[in-house]
């Protein structure tokens, strides 16, 4: 299946296949997780430190030879427009989870790993922030995030041509498929 294809009619505003070994992978963004400026450190089982350490996590995704990386763009009213990018990263990341159903749903979840931007937020509260289960059924849907995996988002420019930063007022989003061949 062209996955890419999937990605832009499903609404991306890019998308483009890769080798998983042009991605830039930097242990350190897992500092600006534990600064917790989104306030999921600790209480997101799809978020460090649940989510597993960044070595195991990194040769994970190196374990898949493609990436199909795929970003949306949202305009914002102006810089300050928090309401409009949670607003863009919930559209983005549900974007991210139907294409996820139709991955998982031809390759497996053995087959294929799916990132998205941000923890998961499909639960208005984690059960990792009372030490309860995932509640039955989401689990499966959950999806972690890029940086959480030591992704490098601002370098997928350097091997897509997709920007990270595009112009005033904007937010853009980024999200990737992995599969094996």
Known sequence: MDYTALCLELGATKAERIPVDLLVFQPSLRDFCRQNACGRYGKNYTCPPHIGEPDVLIARVKAYRTAVLFQNIYVLEDSFDFEGMMDGQRNHNEMTRI???????????????????????????????????????????????????????????????????????????????????
């Open 99 to 181: 294409a996820a159903c139709r991955v998982y749903e031809r390759e497996g979840r053995d087959g294929a790993l799916v990132l998205a931007a941000g923890g998961c937020s499909l639960c208005e509260r984690c059960g990792a922030s009372d030490g309860t289960d995932c509640p039955a059924g989401l689990k499966d849907e959950a999806l972690s995030s890029l940086e959480a995996y030591c992704i490098n988002v601002s370098k997928i420019e350097e091997v897509t041509g997709m920007k990270y930063i595009n112009g005033e007022n904007t937010v853009t989003f980024f999200s990737g498929i992995f599969l094996a061949d």
